[in-house]
T-cell receptor, first 114, second 115 residues
């Protein structure tokens, strides 16, 4: 098993810009979830993808969008950055939608919006 | 609306003693609870879980207790070790429609275990 990897590790953007964050799922995992963790807070669910389809979404605006590819890797796209978007973005992959214990998190991408 | 709360931002414990981390929730639909540990520059890692049909689950030094009537769960670590020093998150989920697989996290508690 190779583990969950994310790129880039750090990113600095200005307000109004757009960014794509990437996540490589653990081998054999078909589900990926994205979370936003603001400083001093717990991770907050953005959305989940299962077999390339969105399978649930948290309370985030449409400018947060995602994709899951046939190899089950995933992207998180954020448009029109706002200062409040500064956070650690975590992705987590799991063997299936319902197997919470097998949800492995990547190290995250730390995004700073100036 | 903070549905899962960890009211203690930090906890300091002596090595060998018990660490007790607490978590409260407000959503009665939650039926599955998990604890995660997070080291700096790493993602959270799963520690232990409990279903709402149980009131206790044990795994080695880690025990989770669930009090459904009080909507409260706690994680006990006995004995505590310096390597347990990390941020601990409790998380909750429920099997409702597309909600299953969505985790709602608390704010986290920083545990420091002193040698």
């Amino acid at each position: 098993e190779t583990g969950v990897t994310q790129s880039p590790t750090h990113l600095i953007k200005t307000r109004g810009q757009q960014v794509t964050l990437r996540c490589s799922s653990q081998s054999g995992h078909n589900t990926v979830s994205w979370y936003q963790q603001a400083l001093g807070q717990g991770p907050q669910f953005i959305f989940q993808y299962y077999r390339e389809e969105e399978n649930g979404r948290g309370n985030f605006p449409p400018r947060f969008s995602g994709l899951q590819f046939p190899n089950y890797s995933s992207e998180l796209n954020v448009n029109a950055f706002e200062l409040d978007d500064s956070a650690l973005y975590l992705c987590a992959s799991s063997r299936d939608r319902v197997e919470l214990e097998t949800q492995y998190f990547g190290p995250g991408t730390r995004l700073l919006v100036l | 609306d903070q549905q899962v709360k960890q009211n203690s931002p930090s906890l300091s414990v002596q090595e060998g003693r018990i660490s007790i981390l607490n978590c409260d929730y407000t959503n009665s639909m939650f039926d599955y609870f998990l604890w995660y540990k997070k080291y700096p520059a790493e993602g959270p890692t799963f520690l232990i879980s409990i279903s709402s049909i149980k009131d206790k689950n044990e795994d080695g030094r880690f025990t989770v207790f669930l009090n459904k009537s009080a909507k409260h769960l706690s994680l006990h670590i006995v004995p505590s070790q310096p390597g347990d020093s990390a941020v601990y998150f409790c998380a909750a989920s429920y099997a409702g429609g597309t909600s299953y697989g969505k985790l709602t996290f608390g704010q986290g508690t920083i545990l420091t275990v002193h040698p």
